[in-house]
């Protein structure tokens, strides 16, 4: 099907396990983000991805990995889970229009519920 | 840091009330982005407003840019149940490889 994906949709995990959330989009946008999303702190940027093999961090980086071999995949990696990643997480991705330009929407997975016990 | 402030952040009202969320900063956006995002569901967007003054309408839901590309405001007449969720507003810039900054959120409740 069309569109971005997200798995798995939910995820309970142990402390200092390493664990893989996987994001899939068909548009082949260009632009991919990932974000996690808490009470009292909205949508915070971990990642972001201009294209294949090009990611920068965003506002919350620290414990989080990424890669981005294929256009249409931008797997989040927790390396070492901790309690305080506990959250809901997001993937997104957007193209830019024509010329540098862009309108920066963006279209969201259905999220990964990712529990840290 | 670019914020964007979203007031309120909670709304609880009866159905066929009027409402206006705001959202406001002191930077200016190329575009602004409203989302509205449903439990257990990814933000989805409404409507992207990307000049200063700009009107957009969406059957009962009105959203306004403001003159200086620093405020928008999202206006709901007569809220219906089905309106009920998670309001985002996000700013974009043109050059910042599709980076957006969102508002906190405002979480609407519309009683029957």
């Known amino acids: 099907d069309a569109g971005i994906t997200q798995s798995p949709r939910y995820k309970i995990t142990e402390t200092g396990r390493q664990v893989t959330l996987m994001c899939h989009q068909t548009?082949?946008?260009?632009?991919m983000f990932w974000y996690r999303q808490d009470l009292g702190h909205g949508l915070r940027l971990i990642y972001y991805s201009a294209a294949a093999d090009i990611t920068d961090k965003g506002e919350v980086p620290d414990g989080y990995v990424v890669s981005r071999s294929k256009t249409e995949n931008f797997p989040l990696t927790l390396e070492s889970a901790t309690r305080s990643q506990t959250s809901v997480y997001f993937c997104?991705?957007?193209?830019?229009?024509?010329?540098?330009?862009?309108?920066?929407?963006?279209?969201f997975g259905p999220g990964t519920r990712l529990t840290v016990l | 840091t670019q914020l964007l402030e979203q007031s309120p952040q909670f709304l609880s009202i009866q159905e066929g009330e009027n409402l206006t969320v705001y959202c406001n900063s002191s930077?200016?956006?190329?575009?602004l982005q409203w989302y509205r995002q449903e439990p257990g569901e990814g933000p989805v967007l409404l409507v992207t407003v990307v000049t200063g003054g700009e009107v957009k309408k969406l059957k009962r839901l009105t959203f306004q840019f403001g003159d200086a590309r620093k405020d928008s405001s999202l206006h709901i007449t007569a809220a219906q149940p089905g309106d009920t969720g998670l309001y985002l507003c996000a700013g974009g810039r043109g050059t910042s490889y599709g980076k957006l900054t969102f508002g906190q959120g405002t979480i609407l409740t519309v009683h029957p």
């Open positions: 997104a991705s957007s193209a830019p229009s024509g010329g540098s330009y862009s309108y920066n929407e963006q279209f």
């Open positions: 548009w082949s946008h260009s632009y």
């Open positions: 930077s200016v956006f190329s575009s």
